[in-house]
């Protein structure tokens, strides 16, 4: 049972049109993370909650927002995409140990 | 900032063939972890290693940890060709949330 849920898997939205990707977790952990993967390169942290607490990457353009309501949902919107934000999304959770729990990941593409 | 060169960056090989991935860093670390990313799909935890000289098997595949524990590797033998995907190391990135530095990846393609 997928335990990391990412919705949708494929999202193809317009230049500069809002869009937002969701992210939900059975799992009850108090990490989660949204990271953003190009072509074949290792994902990069965007930023991450710990329970309610948002820590943004310093160079995670101001584009990128992210909203998390409760402990099972995280969102992440971006509010303005542009081609270069076509990328796979990974949201990630984690509880006490070192090894991250991944969804399947949002591949968004921007026409 | 702690980095993690993984090498090589591409690899294709026949299958039954043997081979071996690297991971390295300048940096000590509590823990490294291996994953692996068939196309289209998330990273999943193959393993994680925290003590230096510490050996993991999985089926076929061999992970070391450095005994400084800066430097790991990946031996797959026999490669079959489920075995394709990319192949990423990472380790904490030194934060109480566990913030995970990631290395290049390595593409492994394994041809029947």
């Known amino acids: 049972d997928a335990m990391v849920i990412q919705n949708p898997r494929y999202q193809v939205t317009q230049f500069g049109k809002p869009v937002t990707l969701s992210c939900s977790q059975t799992?009850?952990?108090?990490?989660m993370y949204w990271y953003q993967q190009k072509s074949s390169q290792a994902p990069k942290l965007l930023f991450h909650?710990?329970?309610?607490?948002?820590?943004n990457e310093a160079d995670t353009p101001d584009n990128f927002q992210s909203r998390r309501p409760n402990t099972s949902f995280c969102f992440l919107d971006i509010r303005s995409p542009g081609l270069g934000d076509a990328a796979m999304y990974l949201c990630?959770?984690?509880?006490?140990?070192?090894?991250?729990?991944f969804g399947s990941g949002t591949r968004l593409t921007v026409v | 900032t702690q980095l993690l060169e993984q090498s090589p960056q591409f690899l294709s090989i026949q299958e039954g063939e043997n081979l071996t991935v690297y991971c390295n860093s300048s940096?000590?670390?509590?823990?490294l972890q291996w994953y692996r990313q068939e196309p289209g799909e998330g990273p999943v935890l193959l393993v994680t290693?925290?003590?230096?000289?510490e050996v993991k098997k999985l089926k076929r595949l061999t992970f070391q940890f450095g005994d400084a524990r800066k430097d790991s590797s990946l031996h797959i033998t026999a490669a079959q060709p489920g075995d394709t995907g990319l192949y990423l190391c990472?380790?904490?990135?030194?934060?109480?949330?566990?913030?995970?530095?990631f290395g290049q990846g390595t593409i492994l393609t394994v041809h029947p």
């Open positions: 990630a959770t984690r509880e006490t140990g070192p090894g991250y729990t």
């Open positions: 799992l009850n952990h108090n990490v």
């Open positions: 909650y710990y329970d309610k607490d948002f820590n």
């Open positions: 940096s000590v670390f509590s823990s």
């Open positions: 290693v925290v003590t230096g000289g």
């Open positions: 990472a380790a904490p990135g030194g934060t109480s949330y566990g913030k995970l530095t």
